[in-house]
């Protein structure tokens, strides 16, 4: 089955939220390179991944550069 570029991101950044550093730049690469409605989800997941790891709530600020 064919992985989407969402899923793969999604992926790594679930595999990097040890780091909240890299878990930002992984997010700043994701936003470079997901098409607008891959974004869309990206924020959705993003604030609900996030909702329960305080650590890495200051990288959804990326979001609304």
Request: hydrophobic share 40%; net charge neutral.
């Amino acid at each position: 089955m064919k992985k989407t570029m969402f899923s793969y991101t999604k992926t790594i950044l679930e595999r990097v939220s040890f780091d909240p550093l890299l878990f930002c730049k992984e997010v700043e690469k994701a936003l470079k390179i997901l098409l607008p409605y891959e974004i869309e989800q990206l924020t959705d997941w993003l604030f609900q991944y996030t909702q329960e790891k305080p650590e890495l709530q200051h990288c959804q600020l990326l979001l609304n550069k």
